[in-house]
């Protein structure tokens, strides 16, 4: 079974720039896959930041970008700030119906 | 604005049963596919189920199929997962979410808003 990986942890600077990455146990991440990312903070739901690979959802400051890089999706925080702190997740479509979601990481802004 | 809100967790024996709900306003409910996700104590999120607006497609992973049933009520505006033969490892916040459109197609496949969740406890 494809697994979803991500970084279990990261860290970066306030003013800092940092990408997280989304891959595949086997294979490439491709823009067929429409990579989503959320967030989440402790307690809270998820909230949309980027979804069909690189657009942002409303509200969402432009300081967060989707992309691919190489064979994995990639989110890029440019400028973090200390509200960046959070556990950031990405899903990918399957096929066949069924998402997964990787296994997140956690961002510590310091 | 829209609005999620699930109900129906609760504490329950292994092997037991539960049904939670999500009541949506806000949107026409009909139009549009929903999903539920949960996420264990301390872990990270694990995609469940996900049916099309209009209730003739379904979806599960693997971890659930045959156990979990998502279905809905379009005239009631109500999302279900009916949960049977539930383990420990079925301990999670359930939290239902919106696609952006009634089918499922890998192009919408993004979920938003999400409820709060509800706390599904497993255990004897």
């Known amino acids: 079974q494809t697994v979803v990986t991500q970084e279990p942890s990261f860290s970066v600077s306030p003013g800092g720039t940092v990408t997280l990455t989304c891959g595949l146990s086997s294979g490439s991440v491709s823009t067929s896959y429409y990579p989503s990312w959320y967030q989440q903070t402790p307690g809270q739901a998820p909230r949309t930041l980027i979804y069909?690979?690189?657009i942002r959802s409303s509200g969402v400051p432009d300081r967060f970008s989707g992309s691919i890089l190489g064979n994995k999706a990639a989110l890029t925080i440019t400028g973090a700030q200390a509200d960046d702190e959070s556990d950031y997740y990405c899903v990918l479509y399957m096929g066949g119906g069924i998402s997964v979601f990787g296994g997140g990481t956690k961002l510590t802004v310091l | 604005e829209v609005q999620l809100l699930e109900s129906g967790g609760g504490l329950v024996q292994p092997g037991g049963s539960l049904r939670l709900s999500c009541a949506a306003s806000?949107?026409?409910?009909?139009?549009?596919?929903m999903t539920w996700v949960r996420q264990a104590p301390g872990k990270g999120l694990e995609w469940v189920s996900v049916i099309s607006g209009s209730g003739s497609a379904t979806y599960y992973a693997d971890s659930v199929k045959g156990r979990f049933t998502i279905s809905r009520d379009n005239s009631m505006n109500t999302l279900y997962l009916q949960m049977n033969s539930l383990g420990v490892e079925d301990t999670a916040v359930y939290y239902c979410?919106?696609?952006?459109?009634?089918?499922?197609?890998?192009?919408?496949?993004?979920?938003?808003?999400w409820g709060q969740g509800t706390l599904v406890t497993v255990s004897s």
């Open positions: 979410a919106k696609y952006p459109t009634s089918g499922i197609r890998r192009e919408d496949n993004w979920f938003d808003p």
């Open positions: 069909n690979i690189n």
């Open positions: 806000g949107f026409t409910f009909s139009s549009y596919t």
